[in-house]
């Protein structure tokens, strides 16, 4: 069953900007860290971003050099990604934890289907 739905992915220039939204039929979702992750063709999944249950703490990869921001309501959870490059280019995936926080190194619980993002050069 689909646990978790995201929207936002799409074909942009290299500069521009896309916002990601990450939703769940799951009642308790509000209660669970969730985290984006992202995976390019021929390379492995790796975290991208994380945020608590309450939006009070948040984690960022490297990789996002300042360019991206996580958030969330109590229903939805959004990667605003700007600047983008074309070594973004990968499927993103919304993935929420059994517990409040997100985590770099345990694994998420529920995993979405992902949601394609293309830059161009």
């Not at 997100?102 to 993002?117: E, L």
């Amino acid at each position: 069953q689909v646990q978790l739905v995201e929207s936002g992915g799409g074909l942009v220039q290299a500069g521009a900007s896309l916002r990601l939204s990450c939703v769940s039929s799951r009642r308790t979702f509000s209660n669970n860290g969730v985290g984006w992750f992202r995976q390019a063709p021929g390379k492995e999944r790796d975290f991208v971003a994380g945020i608590s249950w309450n939006g009070g703490s948040v984690l960022y990869a490297n990789s996002t050099e300042g360019r991206f921001t996580i958030s969330r309501d109590r229903n939805t959870v959004y990667l605003q990604m700007n600047s983008l490059k074309p070594e973004d280019t990968a499927v993103y995936y919304c993935a929420s934890f059994r517990g409040p926080y997100a985590s770099r190194t345990m694994g998420p619980q529920y995993w979405g289907q992902g949601t394609q993002v293309t830059v161009s050069t």
